[in-house]
């Protein structure tokens, strides 16, 4: 097996993300030492059933103590607790990173409180599923899948290299991309569509109660997969919204224009404008499909 990169990481939250992260890890022989913290003594306590960590904390701190990488896995809305309670503890050269869906809300929280001897590199790995907990966490996560790391004025190359490296050998693919830019991407590519879900199986429960169980039982025409979408870890979405409203409210604009296009020309029977509209976005699903991301 190949030499590990880290003697220590410390894992803050131990959910999907970060309980995929420490199996990849270990698989991977990443790291000599797996450190994992979480707030609820439950997570730890199923954590600890699953072997998800050498070392099991209550406290973020103590799991920092001596680690070369920190990777904060929390809800967006946590991030400036856990950085106040971690920054004491980390270690002078060390890495720290997250994997947060709005990049500049993690600049905004966290930026301030990392001290000048830690390399603080942003990160985000585009994968998921609409599971959560330490249970729902699996090795092969982020095999093929994209990670964004955002990079700050005057980063460490070597410890951006280093954090790279770190992610490939779980299988992903690294991609640098400007805070901003990134937050707006991922406002159309996830944030919305998950809006876009959330609003419909809410509209679904609103209808009456018979034609709410036919929806059900004919769910796999299409509602299926948005409910899948919407089953999503509901106080990580509350964040990613909160934090990231202004690049969301302009796509879901743009959303809204184009929709009322579409009613419009179903309105008036405007075949060849719907047709038109269908065909160029069938091309998309081609793109996805062709890059692998399907």
């Known amino acids: 097996m190949t030499a590990a990169l880290f003697d220590r990481i410390a894992i803050i939250g131990i959910g999907l993300i970060g309980s995929s992260i420490a199996r990849a890890a270990r698989q991977q022989g990443l790291a000599k030492h797996i450190a994992i913290a979480d707030i609820s003594e439950e997570v730890r306590k199923v954590a600890a059933e699953l072997k998800l960590g050498d ?118 693919m690294v991609e640098t991309m400007e805070p901003m830019h990134h937050d707006q991407v991922l406002a159309i590519t996830s944030h919305l569509p998950h809006l876009i879900a959330y609003t419909i199986v809410g509209t679904a429960t609103g209808l009456e109660e018979h034609t709410q169980r036919e929806v059900i039982k004919f769910s796999a025409s299409g509602f299926r997969d948005f409910t899948r979408i919407a089953a999503s870890n509901p106080i990580m979405w509350r964040d990613i919204f909160l934090n990231n409203r202004e690049a969301v409210l302009e796509m879901l604009g743009r959303f809204s224009e184009d929709l009322t296009a579409l009613q419009r020309a179903i309105r008036w029977g405007e075949g060849e404008k719907l047709e038109d509209w269908f065909t160029r976005t069938r091309a998309v699903r081609r793109s996805i499909i062709d890059a692998k991301q399907a």
Do not use: N
């Open 55 to 172: 070392s099991c904390h209550a406290e973020p701190g103590a799991a920092v103590r001596d680690a070369d990488l920190t990777l904060v896995c929390v809800p967006i809305g946590a991030y400036a607790e856990v950085g106040q309670a971690i920054a004491p503890h980390l270690k002078s050269g060390s890495i720290l990173s997250d994997v947060g869906s709005v990049k500049q809300a993690v600049l905004r929280d966290l930026g301030p409180l990392v001290p000048d001897h830690v390399h603080f590199i942003p990160g985000h790995p585009i994968a998921g599923t609409e599971h959560s907990g330490p249970a729902a966490g699996f090795a092969e996560l982020f095999e093929g899948r994209w990670t964004i790391l955002t990079p700050l004025p005057g980063w460490d190359e070597a410890a951006a290299a280093k954090l790279s490296e770190f992610w490939t050998r779980m299988g992903a």
